[in-house]
């Protein structure tokens, strides 16, 4: 990977953090690890790459997201003393790699506080972003971001079940019922699928509306994140948080005035024709997909 530093030419009011940021030669960006544990004020790379980087790729994966798309090891050529050179071990960050890294560095270190504070509101910035560009697509657009979404998680929450003893396809299909009874007001996944009038074949989260999908992905998203943080090991315990998430996406629903999942219209096109159809579009357009379409036909 060509790298291309920031370090010249560098305004003197930049952050130090924005000064050695990099982008490779597809343009994206990201942190040498070797460049931010020397900003960050450690003394040495052992001890950051063994504690520091090691908690923020835990966090990364508790997080639900891939490391190897934001810690990736790697090697850094050091220039040492006499022109000699040394291939050394480093770990390209992206920003939400750096975001963790140095949440998990010491805090009593005064750039790791400054650090923490930049790279929160950077990631908050992109959040927004991210937000402002699903609320300009189309309805059909929202649906197949927010099912791809929704696939990517749903494998994550069934991970995480299996680690709390929801094993076979009988225990994760008890599972899943025990969070549609609470966020559907006691329905279970085959008296919504009756209420949607679909076939045999046709599964339900393909025939939802992005509200119901995001009402779903909170739901998995949450539970996830407790039966992670309560250490839960027993399959009845993963069951009832499953139940009581989906009643508290669902009181939510209430206190803010909204339309309880079961009663949203269904949608009159499937994920697959909306598929369909968007690949013609792109192929048409030979534009590149936006959304992935990384949801899994047999969930």
Same mark, same amino acid.
């Given at each position: 990977?060509?790298?291309?530093?920031?370090?010249?030419?560098?305004?003197?009011?930049?952050?130090?953090?924005?000064?050695?940021?990099?982008?490779?030669?597809?343009?994206?960006?990201?942190?040498?690890?070797?460049?931010?544990?020397?900003?960050?004020?450690?003394?040495?790379?052992?001890?950051?790459?063994?504690?520091?980087?090691?908690?923020?790729?835990?966090?990364?994966?508790?997080?639900?997201?891939?490391?190897?798309?934001?810690?990736?090891?790697?090697?850094?050529?050091?220039?040492?003393?006499?022109?000699?050179?040394?291939?050394?071990?480093?770990?390209?960050?992206?920003?939400?790699?750096?975001?963790?890294?140095?949440?998990?560095?010491?805090?009593?270190?005064?750039?790791?506080?400054?650090? @923490?504070?930049?790279?929160?509101?950077?990631?908050?910035?992109?959040?927004?972003?991210?937000?402002?560009?699903?609320?300009?697509?189309?309805?059909?657009?929202?649906?197949?971001?927010?099912?791809?979404?929704?696939?990517?998680?749903?494998?994550?929450?069934?991970?995480?079940?299996?680690?709390?003893?929801?094993?076979?396809?009988?225990?994760?299909?008890?599972?899943?019922?025990?969070?549609?009874?609470?966020?559907?007001?006691?329905?279970?996944?085959?008296?919504?699928?009756?209420?949607?009038?679909?076939?045999?074949?046709?599964?339900?989260?393909?025939?939802?509306?992005?509200?119901?999908?995001?009402?779903?992905?909170?739901?998995?998203?949450?539970?996830?994140?407790?039966?992670?943080?309560?250490?839960?090991?027993?399959?009845?315990?993963?069951?009832?948080?499953?139940?009581?998430?989906?009643?508290?996406?669902?009181?939510?629903?209430?206190?803010?005035?909204?339309?309880?999942?079961?009663?949203?219209?269904?949608?009159?096109?499937?994920?697959? @024709?909306?598929?369909?159809?968007?690949?013609?579009?792109?192929?048409?357009?030979?534009?590149?997909?936006?959304?992935?379409?990384?949801?899994?036909?047999?969930?």
């Amino acid at each position: 990977m060509t790298e291309q530093s920031n370090f010249q030419g560098t305004p003197q009011h930049t952050s130090p953090f924005d000064a050695i940021r990099r982008v490779d030669e597809q343009g994206n960006e990201y942190w040498s690890a070797r460049d931010l544990y020397k900003i960050l004020g450690y003394r040495e790379w052992r001890n950051f790459n063994n504690t520091v980087i090691k908690r923020a790729m835990k966090a990364c994966e508790e997080n639900g997201r891939a490391v190897s798309d934001h810690l990736v090891r790697s090697y850094k050529v050091i220039q040492h003393g006499k022109g000699s050179t040394q291939q050394a071990i480093d770990v390209q960050l992206s920003r939400y790699g750096a975001y963790l890294t140095v949440m998990n560095g010491d805090p009593h270190l005064p750039i790791v506080a400054m650090g @923490q504070e930049y790279f929160a509101e950077q990631t908050r910035r992109q959040e927004l972003a991210d937000q402002d560009a699903l609320d300009i697509l189309s309805e059909d657009q929202r649906r197949l971001f927010v099912r791809g979404q929704l696939s990517i998680n749903n494998r994550h929450l069934a991970e995480t079940a299996s680690q709390a003893g929801v094993v076979t396809p009988s225990d994760f299909a008890i599972f899943q019922n025990h969070g549609y009874r609470g966020l559907y007001g006691g329905l279970v996944e085959d008296q919504i699928h009756a209420r949607k009038q679909l076939k045999p074949t046709q599964k339900i989260l393909d025939h939802m509306g992005s509200t119901e999908l995001a009402a779903n992905l909170f739901r998995a998203t949450q539970t996830d994140e407790q039966i992670q943080r309560e250490g839960i090991r027993d399959k009845s315990q993963a069951n009832q948080a499953h139940h009581i998430m989906g009643q508290r996406v669902r009181q939510f629903i209430a206190d803010g005035g909204g339309t309880m999942p079961e009663d949203l219209p269904t949608p009159e096109k499937s994920i697959q @024709q909306l598929q369909r159809e968007e690949q013609k579009r792109l192929k048409h357009n030979d534009q590149p997909d936006l959304f992935g379409n990384s949801f899994d036909e047999n969930e």
